[in-house]
């Protein structure tokens, strides 16, 4: 027989669930309309400056935000991505938009602002090497491990907090985005060999969108 949980357990993972932000209600309408409204803009690869540099806090919750994450969802949905760093289309703001399955095929949806991922605890920290891709590596794809969940702490287009959980691919999602706006991309983790390897992937592939020529 499983051992039943107590009144105050019970109530300590009810305030543990009340924290996150539900990013799977009206994912659809709400992907939509963002795209909707924006317009598509070429992503920039590696090489270009403003992805090797930590990006410009988010100070002004105002329509121009509004209309960046606009097309920042424009532009993912045309790269064919499930999520996108205001860097990787040439603006230094720290906000990413994402548009992500979790392994359980849960719609997840929603822009962060100024993100943070929580420290895990060893107990919780199990890594998934899991094969990553970037849009800003176009084609290129290497194992990279990462754990498989995720907190990313942050605000919302009015600057409210908002605290997403994300599991499985989800997770790495969340972690790969932030790196964006750290200055880093996922083949700044690999080994000499396997960034090398990447970078050859990248060489001779041909991406599906259009991109930004380094000068």
């Keep these: 027989m499983a051992q039943q949980e107590s009144g105050q357990q019970v109530a300590d993972a009810e305030a543990r669930s009340s924290e996150f932000t539900d990013d799977t209600v009206d994912a659809e309408a709400r992907e939509q309309a963002h795209r909707e409204r924006g317009t598509a803009r070429p992503i920039t690869v590696v090489g270009n400056p403003v992805l090797h540099r930590r990006c ?21 949905r045309a790269a064919e991505g499930v999520g996108l760093a205001a860097n990787q289309i040439g603006v230094d703001r720290r906000v990413f938009v994402y548009d992500c399955p979790d392994d359980e095929g849960v719609r997840h949806v929603g822009v962060i602002c100024n993100p943070v991922i929580d420290e895990l605890p060893a107990e919780r920290r199990v890594l998934d090497d899991s094969n990553e891709g970037c849009l800003s590596v176009p084609t290129a794809y290497a194992s990279l491990a990462r754990p498989d969940y995720a907190i990313c702490r942050g605000q919302d287009l009015k600057g409210n907090p908002v605290v997403v959980e994300g599991t499985g691919y989800f997770a ?20 000499k060999r396997d960034r090398k390897d990447a970078l050859r992937q990248m060489e001779e592939g041909t991406p599906r969108y259009e991109t930004v020529p380094n000068d």
């Design 56 to 76: 410009q806090d988010v100070t002004d919750f105002d329509e121009k935000l509004e209309q960046l994450v606009d097309d920042m969802f424009a532009s993912q």
């Design 172 to 191: 790495r999602c969340l972690q790969h985005e932030t790196d964006h706006l750290n200055g880093y991309l996922y083949i700044d983790r690999l080994s």
